[in-house]
T-cell receptor, first 115, second 114 residues
Framework: KAGVTQTPRYLIKTRGQQVTLSCSPISGHRSVSWYQQTPGQGLQFLFEYFSETQRNKGNFPGRFSGRQFSNSRSEMNVSTLELGDSALYLC??????????????FGPGTRLLVL | AQSVTQLDSQVPVFEEAPVELRCNYSSSVSVYLFWYVQYPNQGLQLLLKYLSGSTLVKGINGFEAEFNKSQTSFHLRKPSVHISDTAEYFCAVSVFNQGGKLIFGQGTELSVKP
């Protein structure tokens, strides 16, 4: 079974631009969560989508948004990029029932550099 | 609110020595507990998890962890480490029945020396 895939793997943008990152969950997983990882703040939860609905949201400004499609694939968007948005963005998926519920499996991440 | 504290930011050990990475959590409700490992330039790989049942949990690569409810701890152990165990290790919690929101500790960098 294929793991979580994220595209692109690397991205360079300039301040003020916007960016869209994509995540394809493990087949059969319906929950997708997004995290930001930086050296200073560590791993921080952005949001979670389940069945195309945002179920949980972290403490990030409205410039960070996301969505989930009917096939469970998810995208996150960051508008008006700031230098501090440079980070590794990780996507995780989980299967919400059975013995493996609540367990999140992570993709390799998208490394975003804002210049 | 929940929080996770990893008590050591860096742990240097020699190859074949035992290691313990410490994790304490704070929560007023029931939580699930996880350990993840991150190798350089990679995502997070699940090492082990505690959802319920036996408090001693065995994971991949010879790691195990023990859930101690009274001390709100979930320390990770390995009896004999290898050079390939060099990585960053993250302890995380999620709240029971609240789905996919993991709260992470700051990470422990394990450095295994020959």
């Amino acid at each position: 079974k294929a793991g979580v895939t994220q595209t692109p793997r690397y991205l360079i943008k300039t301040r003020g631009q916007q960016v869209t990152l994509s995540c394809s969950p493990i087949s059969g997983h319906r929950s997708v969560s997004w995290y930001q990882q930086t050296p200073g703040q560590g791993l921080q939860f952005l949001f979670e989508y389940f069945s195309e609905t945002q179920r949980n949201k972290g403490n990030f400004p409205g410039r960070f948004s996301g969505r989930q499609f009917s096939n469970s694939r998810s995208e996150m968007n960051v508008s008006t990029l700031e230098l501090g948005d440079s980070a590794l963005y990780l996507c995780a998926s989980s299967f919400m029932w059975g013995a493996d519920q609540e367990t999140q499996y992570f993709g390799p991440g998208t490394r975003l550099l804002v210049l | 609110a929940q929080s996770v504290t990893q008590l050591d930011s860096q742990v240097p050990v020699f190859e074949e020595a035992p290691v313990e990475l410490r994790c304490n959590y704070s929560s007023s409700v029931s939580v699930y507990l996880f350990w993840y490992v991150q190798y350089p330039n990679q995502g997070l790989q699940l090492l082990l998890k505690y959802l319920s049942g036996s408090t001693l949990v065995k994971g991949i690569n010879g790691f195990e962890a023990e859930f101690n409810k009274s001390q709100t701890s979930f320390h990770l152990r390995k009896p004999s480490v290898h050079i390939s165990d060099t990585a960053e290790y993250f302890c995380a919690v999620s709240v029971f029945n609240q789905g996919g929101k993991l709260i992470f500790g700051q990470g422990t960098e394990l450095s295994v020396k020959p």
